[in-house]
T-cell receptor
Framework: DTGVSQNPRHKITKRGQNVTFRCDPISEHNRLYWYRQTLGQGPEFLTY????????KSRLLSDRFSAERPKGSFSTLEIQRTEQGDSAMYLC?????????????FGEGSWLTVV | QKEVEQDPGPLSVPEGAIVSLNCTYSNSAFQYFMWYRQYSRKGPELLMY????GNKEDGRFTAQVDKSSKYISLFIRDSQPSDSATYLCATYLVFGKGTRLSVIA
């Protein structure tokens, strides 16, 4: 068990550029989640997948955000036309296929700074 | 009303103190409750997980759920400086804001 892996760990980008983050979940976990966290706040849910199906999306996930999980393995989160308000830590998490609401395991996060 | 409410603190206690961290939640259908610990600039780390009402103990940590009042608590006994972190309560897909704890040696 190598844990949830996220790349890159840090990204600085200019406003208007596109960025993509990758998440590799724990190998036997069917569910994969994306959260966003800003300073002084708890993680805010963005979206989650069960295998390759995207089952739920928060209204926080604007049209500029897109997440994919091809073949139900790794996932990518792309932010198009970045804005300064997108600066945050993007957290990926995974969990086994048990009842929703059960424990999830987080990666170390990908820090985005939009300048 | 947010689904999970948590006092952000900060909370500062002397080493060895008993710490009480609390959250309230709004949806009575929630059954699973988690506590996570998050060190600065790191991802949250699962500490405790409870189902429905009652207590669960793990070493110096005790998690308590009172479904009648929709109140969840985490107690830390004999607190250590290494316990200094932000503690997040969570249920379903929702997290509280986190309580920042400092344990002073």
């Amino acid at each position: 068990d190598t844990g949830v892996s996220q790349n890159p760990r840090h990204k600085i980008t200019k406003r208007g550029q596109n960025v993509t983050f990758r998440c590799d979940p724990i190998s036997e976990h069917n569910r994969l989640y994306w959260y966003r966290q800003t300073l002084g706040q708890g993680p805010e849910f963005l979206t989650y997948f069960q295998n390759e199906a995207q089952l739920e999306k928060s209204r926080l996930l604007s049209d500029r955000f897109s997440a994919e999980r091809p073949k139900g393995s790794f996932s990518t989160l792309e932010i198009q036309r970045t804005e300064q308000g997108d600066s945050a830590m993007y957290l990926c998490a995974s969990s086994p296929k048990v009842r929703l609401g059960n424990t999830i395991y987080f990666g170390e996060g990908s820090w985005l700074t939009v300048v | 009303q947010k689904e999970v409410e948590q006092d952000p603190g900060p909370l500062s206690v002397p080493e060895g103190a008993i710490v009480s961290l609390n959250c309230t939640y709004s949806n009575s259908a929630f059954q699973y409750f988690m506590w996570y610990r998050q060190y600065s600039r790191k991802g949250p780390e699962l500490l405790m997980y409870t189902y429905s009402s009652g207590n669960k103990e793990d070493g110096r940590f005790t998690a308590q759920v009172d479904k009648s009042s929709k109140y969840i608590s985490l107690f830390i006994r004999d607190s250590q400086p290494s316990d200094s972190a932000t503690y997040l309560c969570a249920t379903y897909l929702v997290f509280g804001k986190g309580t920042r704890l400092s344990v002073i040696a």
